[in-house]
């Protein structure tokens, strides 16, 4: 199912006074969602484990004349809860409200079979592609639910809808990512105004995808700033009736 309804364009003020936290921001899709919530309005909470990575995207988003963003260096990789508790306490503690949450970082971990795979990439791949998604989200929830109409984005992949040799822990993060989705989506249907959906990017032209299809021509895939539109509309109130769904950013 598509992510994006047809000729939908955003408005130049379509995230004023949004509060969009992103995780991943410092490349790739990540950076270029970042930067085009800046653009729309949002202020945008930067999280990533380069920190001048970071600051790169934070320089900017200021040098366009966007809100002052913030600034949270963190590691993912983290399997203690305590960290993401006291995130989320900081936050709090600022009263802060998170409109937007977008789960976006992610690690490839190797691609072989999985009789072959190491178990220190397994339980890398599985840490920071759902454990984290887990932990984060659950300290989040109270600054989730002090926002009107939050918004959950999940990053998935065509082999979290379908399993394909080779892909690994990858994958197997991927399908759990589905199901994360659909229990958490589940629960909070009907008791809350927050919505969690999906959303596939497909064949991007990242460092990611590059990666894992070293003989690909890179230009033929899209950048991620030709696709940012589609988390934009799940993260504005144009999609407060979509909860839910497993999305595709290309068809």
Not at 74 to 94: G, I, M, S
Not at 238 to 249: E, N, Q, R, Y
Request: net charge negative; with cysteine.
């Amino acid at each position: 199912m598509s992510g994006l309804p047809p000729h939908w364009r955003p408005a130049q003020d379509e995230l004023k006074n949004k509060t969009i936290l992103i995780t991943g921001a410092t490349e790739g899709i990540g950076r270029a969602v970042a930067l085009a919530c800046a653009r729309l309005g949002a202020e945008v909470l930067l999280t990533g484990r380069n920190e001048a990575a970071l600051e790169s995207v934070y320089d900017t988003i200021l040098n366009e004349g966007g809100r002052t963003p913030g600034l949270i260096p963190f590691d993912l990789r983290v399997t203690q809860h305590e960290p993401y508790d006291e995130l989320a306490e900081t936050l709090l503690a600022e009263g802060l409200a998170i409109d937007g949450l977008v789960h976006n970082a992610g690690v490839l971990g190797e691609r072989r079979a999985l009789s072959q795979t190491s178990p220190e990439s397994w339980q890398e791949v599985l840490q920071v592609n759902i454990t984290a998604t887990f932990l984060l989200t659950r300290a989040l929830m109270p600054l989730l639910e002090r926002a009107s109409l939050a918004s959950i984005v999940l990053t998935s992949s065509g082999v979290g809808r379908r399993g394909k040799a080779f892909w690994g822990a990858y994958a197997v993060s991927k399908f759990a990512t589905e199901g994360y989705m659909q229990v958490l989506a589940d629960e909070l249907g009907g008791t809350s105004s927050i919505r969690v959906n999906s959303l596939n990017p497909g064949a991007v032209n990242t460092r990611m995808r590059r990666a894992a299809y070293p003989g690909e021509p890179p230009d033929s895939n899209p950048l991620p700033e030709a696709l940012t539109d589609n988390w934009i509309y799940l993260l504005s109130d144009a999609s407060a009736l979509i909860h839910g769904k497993a999305l595709s950013a290309q068809g």
